[in-house]
């Protein structure tokens, strides 16, 4: 399993990141700034956030060969590539009559799923290291993730599939605008919310690395 994520976390955004690209030009109906925007937001957070996380908190951390510091030097086309592709087929799935609720609320869902699925399996086989409360405490690698998935990648999803949908209805030039609000409102909405969450269940910010309970 190793193997395999040592090989996606290459080959992934080598092949994802053109389908992502022609994908959105499909589902946004031609449109250059929509595709920029679906594909740009979720690959700036993936440099973001992590490369915080990771050098900056060292709260999370990668344990592949190549790194800057704790990340990985792909990582945000790891992320937003693979994000893209998936975003644009729920969009296609729920047509283009769909609702923002149904957008922002199925791309909630669906990152949630897939990115919970995927850091679980991560820290389970040492790809990712993660130094939260849940983890100092010797809970399995689903509670691990799951202390931050629901803000990192639920909020986020919720944010960004309500931002496509807006920008499909009324988004007419200045997509570097719109880029830079997403990107502002997907990392700075969810690390708040994290912060919060973090605060009500634990009792500290969840932003450093935790020491592990001895018999942990």
């Not at 193997?3 to 690209?21: H, K, Q, S």
């Not at 502002?184 to 309970?213: D, K, N, Q, W």
Request: hydrophobic share 55%; with cysteine; aromatic share 10%.
């Amino acid at each position: 399993m190793k193997r395999a994520f040592g090989l996606y976390e290459w080959l992934g955004p080598l092949g994802l990141t053109p389908l992502a690209a022609w994908a959105w030009w499909r589902v946004g109906g031609g449109r250059a700034d929509v595709a920029a925007l679906a594909v740009l937001v979720p690959v700036i957070h993936g440099y973001v956030v992590p490369a915080i996380g990771t050098n900056v908190l060292k709260v999370w951390g990668f344990t592949t060969r190549l790194r800057i510091g704790a990340i990985r030097p792909q990582h945000g086309f790891v992320f937003g590539s693979a994000t893209a592709v998936l975003v644009a087929g729920l969009f296609a799935a729920l047509g283009p009559d769909a609702g923002l609720a149904a957008r922002a609320g199925g791309t909630a869902a669906l990152l949630l799923a897939v990115n919970w699925i995927y850091d679980a399996l991560a820290i389970r086989h040492g790809v990712l290291v993660v130094r939260n409360q849940c983890w100092a405490d010797g809970r399995s690698e689903w509670a691990v993730a799951g202390d931050y998935v629901v803000w990192f990648f639920g909020l986020f999803g919720l944010i960004h599939g309500a931002l496509l949908h807006l920008a499909m209805q009324h988004m007419a030039g200045d997509a570097m605008l719109w880029i830079a609000g997403g990107a502002a409102a997907t990392m700075l909405g969810p690390t708040l919310a994290y912060i919060a969450a973090s605060r009500l269940r634990h009792g500290h910010s969840g932003c450093r690395p935790m020491e592990r309970s001895v018999g942990a």
